[in-house]
């Protein structure tokens, strides 16, 4: 039976009985609190590793980069993991409740962030007869600060907020641009994610649209200066709505408070006594990792069945969010995230298997359900067993750029050969001397690096395509449309700026996309900056400048993203080694003084090819880029 949309779901939901709805639930309740039961062991040891300084020992430069490694979890994820088991450490009661499962994660990370051994068994008490977003506002008038004074605290927040699709289709050139804005985005600390990139980028675009307006075109220049009231406007009155949303989602909440949910019994899993060594905590933390990547993904089908199911509405709940929170106390971007992950799993069937038998780890089958596919999920997997996590996520981004250019989505993993075009793309931007504004951008060195790396297997040339394969004409014909998740102020904004920049382009020159325009203005500003960062005090470049250029100005340890680079002689000067390229590498201060220094890390020669021990007990060997050993 086919369904869709959201009447379709109903319908389809009404045919499942009201036991098996309750089978559903009690599943995905016994999922969900004890996967929390297990992140808190977890977090724990965690806090133990980084108290006795075990990443280190174990040659990693911090724990988020040891998480990231050997736990096969995001590094915000192991830090927010970390500071509520310390939190935890003084509030025993909290504690216990979460490892047997009577209150969730979110609703305990809540109450730890404010409450005192002193007053945590009434703040318990209080959170079993109250909604999590009556407890939220509790919370906040005790310590002084007025329900209404801020906005809501809500673990979904960042899903809220970015719920709105801006689609822009440009030619290929254009969309080259931008490829280069986002990196210098990256450079310069403004890329975290692509809806800080598109704010970064559209603040710039505004003064520079106001200086740019002709003096004649009094009405354009009186739109642009009245357009900060219009955001202001615009931003009151959507938060007046986001305030009366919140409002009735709260009666709506308080009226279904109880619904018809059963309570079922989750069993806590037994006290450990975490081991005393690095080593022993590192073993430990691996294995109840592989545990928590199959619950995750157990609790992301779960989920799924949950939603098909309707669970959420058949037990009373006013929203699929207030049941994930107050049922299985986790945020529904969570919830989301995880059935998403089990979606892509179900039409890969290879990878999940991956993943149950421990060949690949959690984070490893995110990136590969981003870009594998049925025909390729085979050479994928091979190639993250042979990467650390830095090397696969650096291959994926790859991958992804070849596939938002129009080469198909069936990708296989890039040869070194590709990936020595991706790295120079970046060498040329980190050098700031990606584009020289004087001569067309097609005929830029970043703009050959980007065609040649989008270029069909078995054409790149090099960098050297251009009228070689194709005239200008033909590649502009080539399309491409992006698809960003942003706040409403940014679509705003950039649908606003949008409209003005058509109605002045013509008056300024500007024979170009508007995303051309904020990308090319943004990289006008910023790439000479990125330049003179590179210069020393005397405008020359720095000593081992082509060493710091060909390490893509970043750390070149497997296992680090750090760019606070220095120079180290693979070879020690003491034992004879010298200045030539192949005896020289760039790494982060921990790693050349901490590590290396300390014989908690090993580098041999050459250069091209580094022979790399992390950790002194040598958790990870690695050569070039392939892992040898874990």
Known sequence: MTVCGEEGAMGHSALISHDEVEKIDADLLRLARGTAALRLIIGEALEALATMGGHHQLGFPSLEAYARERCERTGRWASDTRALARRLQRLPHLRRVLREGRLGWSVVELL???VTPETERSWLERAGKVTVRELRKHLRSQDGV????TSEVNDDAESEEL????TVTVNRED???????SRVGAQVGAGRSTNELLEAMLAEALPTLAERA????????????????????????????????????EEAEILCRHGSARPYAVSAPPEVDLPDTPEGLDRELRRWCKELAERDIALGFAAQRARHAGVWRRLGFASEEHYARERLGVSLSSLKFKRALAARLARLPELREAVSSGAIGYEAAYLLSRIATPKTIREWISRARERTLKHLREEVDAAELVVRFGNGRDQLPPSAERMERFFEIERVIGSGEAIDFEAPFEHSKVARLLEDV??????????????????????????????????????RRWRTLEMIFTRISAAIGANMSFLRFVSENFCRIWLPAIRQRRLTVAGKEPAYFAVYRRDVFRCSSPVCTRRDITPHHLTFRAAGGGDEPENVTSLCVWCHLGGVHCGLLSATPPASRIRWRIGRSAVLQVEGRTRLAS
């Open 112 to 114: 730890a962030r404010h």
């Open 146 to 149: 007025h329900p209404e004074a």
């Open 214 to 249: 002709p003096q004649g075109s009094q009405d354009a220049i009186d739109q642009i200066a009245a357009l900060e009231a219009r955001f202001d406007e615009e931003r009151r009155a959507q938060a007046e709505w986001c305030a009366q949303r919140e409002r009735w989602r």
């Open 454 to 491: 989008c270029a069909p297997a078995g054409q790149m040339s090099g960098g050297q395509l251009g009228a070689d394969l194709t005239t200008r004409e033909e590649r502009a014909r080539g399309r491409v449309t992006f698809r960003w998740h942003v706040t409403f102020d940014t679509a």
């Open 175 to 181: 969309a080259w641009f931008f490829e280069c804005a």
């Open 163 to 166: 719920d709105h699709l801006l």
